[in-house]
């Protein structure tokens, strides 16, 4: 197969799972507007992944805190995945399903907006999402298309098995995500 084969299949793999993505709009544009809610009562963002979905959380938080356009506001968000040792201390003490879980228990509040991601089924972001819905708080789980395990109030889905495509995914639906908090914040001045 040649380069611009292999490049064509490439692109070809990743078309279905970007036109299901626009399809679950209204999923998105929901969470957008409920997340926009709960920042404007003063909530904050928790998010979290393992593997490597937890620099999807580091880069999520870092979106929300530090806006690279020029005039939108910061708003408050932290990355439970980012503390080694809070992490490691958890998962000797409780197990690696409870790294999130625990640390929810104490943190989220309310009005806070938790995050959790994951390209399939993982026991600690489950055990995170269930935490915090315990908690009061927002929850929003950004899956692949094994996470059907993940309860959260806005589930959304990469729809294809491939965790690099499905990684693809989430990393346009957390900008948007991004983008249109801000306008639905604008609207509830």
Known sequence: MSGTALVEAAFQRREAPGRALIDDAEAVARACRDM??????GGRLLVFGSGASATDAQHIAVEFVHPVVVGTRALPAMSLSADPAALTAITSEDGPEEMFAAQLRLLAAPDDIVM???TGSCPAVRNGLAAA?????????LTGADGD?????HRLVARCADPTVAKEIHVTIYHVL???????LERIR
Do not use: K, M, P, Q
Not at 149 to 153: K, Q, R, T
Not at 178 to 184: G, S
């Open 116 to 118: 959790g991601v994951c």
């Open 133 to 141: 819905r315990e908690r009061g708080a927002l929850t929003v789980a």
């Open 178 to 184: 991004w983008e249109l908090v801000h306008v639905f």
């Open 36 to 41: 926009a809610r709960r920042f404007h009562r």
């Open 149 to 153: 395990d993940l309860e959260a109030d």
